[in-house]
């Protein structure tokens, strides 16, 4: 994929979307973790749009995806109402454009440049702790009460897991995943069963952006969200989606460079602050705690080996995949611990 020549498809995608404008520089301003490619775009009339390419999963997906964020955008009510950036639209609708020659099938997307603030601290005190529970479940319930008014969503967890068991199947998944194809597979069905006994379905559903590192958005002096971009991970699904993220938002090692998906930061005492703050303003039920550590299984099995590849630089993907395998799956039964959750919340 590095021999692509984007600009060239940027371009072709910006001359579809609005020909009577040209574009005069083209700026990568991708983070280097990630392999989708995101750009900063000058017009010859001084305006500047947001390029975002992509390649990792599927292009209806992509598009299902930046349907719905917009409808999300446009209906979110004060205090989020600028909060979600939002795509260009032409014919009523959010142009994407999608290149296919060859080997090559990726997506291109434009988004209005989003405003930011300021980015929360690598280690966070309690106090910003509590402040930024109280935000992350206002916002959670404000994303939820736009749910009726929004387009459907395809993805679902289920069928997630269930592409990664047919490519099990294939002979690309057996020789990519070797020695570990019959364990990832006992690790999908300890998955879906543990969500129909959980009954999953019957959880609030609204749109979460599961990425919440502290480089996807920005917050006011008060530590009140201002801003959210990088959709690379959006999905309709429960709430709970996001919360391992914000473990390690509000983790005692704080954010890294270099870094790793290990379980621990669940069972922090400071997340248990998190979430003493955040259940006073949306209550958790039992089964959406319970669920966390399901959330955790999810994300390793779909983002981490599923889309691994894909998503990170091959130094990273490889190294995470390994970790899965030796750390990340073994350390779930182990080191998860619902009732000490639940004992805290008072459930």
Request: aromatic share 16%; with cysteine; charged share 25%.
């Amino acid at each position: 994929m590095r021999l692509i020549d984007y600009p060239a498809i940027i371009q072709e995608a910006w001359s579809g979307f609005d020909a009577s404008k040209t574009i005069v520089n083209i700026e990568d301003i991708s983070a280097k973790v990630s392999t989708n490619h995101v750009f900063r775009i000058k017009l010859d009339n001084d305006d500047q749009v947001i390029a975002k390419l992509s390649y990792f999963g599927k292009y209806e997906h992509f598009k299902e995806d930046h349907r719905i964020i917009q409808a999300l955008s446009t209906n979110l009510l004060y205090p989020f109402e600028n909060v979600v950036a939002r795509s260009l639209m032409k014919n009523n609708q959010v142009y994407t454009f999608r290149y296919q020659k060859g080997l090559i099938d990726t997506w291109v997307v434009f988004y209005n440049p989003i405003r930011t603030k300021e980015k929360l601290p690598r280690r966070l005190n309690e106090d910003e702790i509590r402040k930024l529970a109280v935000q992350v479940a206002k916002f959670h319930k404000a994303c939820f009460r736009t749910n009726s008014v929004l387009p459907k969503s395809s993805k679902k967890l289920r069928t997630d897991i269930q592409e990664l068991l047919d490519i099990l199947d294939t002979d690309t998944g057996e020789f990519e995943h070797r020695m570990h194809v019959d364990f990832l597979r006992e690790q999908c069905s300890i998955f879906l069963k543990n969500i129909q006994k959980l009954n999953v379905i019957a959880f609030d559903l609204l749109p979460v952006f599961v990425d919440w590192n502290i480089g996807n958005f920005s917050v006011t002096e008060d530590l009140e969200l201002f801003s959210r971009w990088d959709y690379d991970w959006f999905r309709v699904s429960s709430r709970i989606m996001d919360f391992y993220f914000f473990s390690r938002v509000v983790s005692d090692i704080g954010d890294r460079t270099a870094f790793s998906y290990v379980i621990g930061p669940l069972m922090e005492d400071r997340f248990m602050i998190f979430l003493k703050e955040y259940h006073a303003v949306y209550p958790l039920t039992e089964n959406e705690v319970r669920f966390m550590k399901e959330a955790y299984r999810f994300f390793i099995l779909n983002y981490v080996i599923k889309y691994g590849r894909y998503f990170f630089h091959r130094t990273y993907a490889i190294k995470l995949q390994r970790e899965a395998y030796e750390i990340y799956f073994p350390s779930i039964e182990r080191e998860f611990n619902a009732d000490k959750i639940l004992q805290i919340l008072g459930i």
